[in-house]
């Protein structure tokens, strides 16, 4: 059964972790995954994969903050499929750092790639969402938006920007049947946790409620449902995949 | 084509209107019907179109179909 038959998702941040098991997840159920990330070799790694297991995705190279760029791809592909139906803003940096410590650029940086850079692919796409009457947004935010974590200030403050983002965004574009969510995800095993040592990884899994951490495929899993056609009725609302973590 | 005809065919597409209410007076907001997200599409169609660029300032004045036609003759003179 393909969810998302005809489909044309565009994931940002795709060629691994979180977004490219969601670039997967989405692909394997029929839609066309287009994977944008900063590396040209990466995207073309990504891209591979899916074509290898023979389900459709194409890729570029782009920098999310760069609007020039996002504009001509999104233009490209919107005249490319004659439609964008799904569009996850994904792409997120961390320049972890305690608040007396942290450097303007780290503050800046984290801001810019997580929070105006899902604005610009938000503000580019709609309006091709817009004309169609349809579209689905979905925004990757972190229970860290929600809860805050010391030495992740800026990262916390554009994740819950993020969140705010989504709600707002999801009133402009209700009354032309595009609907905005975000998921918010927990401890999840990636490349980037990867390199934490047992003793943190101990003291994470200790505060969550189900005892582990979460997998990319748990969240791609909650993504498929909010962007398919199952989730008609939802918008506005930003749904945790922690284990439980904070209720 | 001539520019009112061209906007008016923009008006018509855009706010799914028939060619017979789009007169001079006819508000976009009272009189066709259109709400606050399709008046910036409006706008951003003008732009497109016209591969003009028509500042946020200048589009709040541009409510009626009159004033539309008006400020396009006078910009693509």
Request: charged share 25%; with cysteine; proline share 1%.
């Amino acid at each position: 059964m393909n969810k998302l038959n005809d489909k044309v998702a565009i994931i940002t941040g795709s060629a691994r972790g979180i977004g490219f098991s969601i670039a997967e997840k989405l692909a394997t159920n029929g839609a066309t995954s287009v994977i944008i990330d900063l590396d040209q070799q990466a995207v073309d790694l990504a891209v591979q994969k899916i074509d290898d297991q023979g389900f459709r995705a194409i890729g570029f190279a782009a920098n999310v903050t760069d609007q020039e760029q996002i504009t001509s791809i999104f233009k490209e592909i919107y005249e490319e499929f004659d439609a964008v139906d799904i569009l996850i803003n994904n792409a997120g940096i961390t320049k972890d750092g305690l608040i007396m410590k942290m450097k303007e650029d780290d503050w800046d940086s984290v801001i810019n790639v997580n929070l105006k850079g899902t604005f610009i692919c938000t503000q580019k796409i709609c309006r091709f969402m817009m004309k169609k009457r349809s579209g689905v947004i979905l925004n990757i935010a972190s229970v860290i938006g929600l809860m805050g974590n010391a030495g992740q200030a800026n990262y916390a403050a554009s994740k819950g920007g993020i969140i705010a983002f989504t709600k707002s965004s999801a009133k402009e574009f209700a009354s032309r049947n595009i609907r905005v969510n975000a998921i918010a995800p927990g401890f999840i095993q990636t490349e980037m946790t990867e390199n934490l040592s047992q003793e943190v990884v101990d003291n994470y899994t200790a505060a969550i409620p189900l005892s582990r951490m979460g997998s990319a495929d748990d969240v791609a899993n909650l993504c498929l449902f909010l962007v398919s056609d199952d989730a008609s009725y939802i918008t506005g609302q930003t749904i945790q995949v922690d284990g439980g973590l904070i209720m | 084509m001539d520019i009112k005809s061209k906007v008016t065919e923009i008006i018509v597409e855009e706010l799914g209107v028939e060619e017979s209410e789009v007169i001079l007076d006819a508000s976009f907001i009272e009189d066709l019907g259109a709400d606050s997200l399709d008046t910036v599409e409006l706008i951003m169609k003008f732009e497109e179109e016209f591969d003009i660029d028509i500042n946020d300032e200048e589009a709040e004045k541009l409510t009626t179909v009159g004033k539309a036609i008006e400020y396009l003759e006078k910009k693509l003179k």
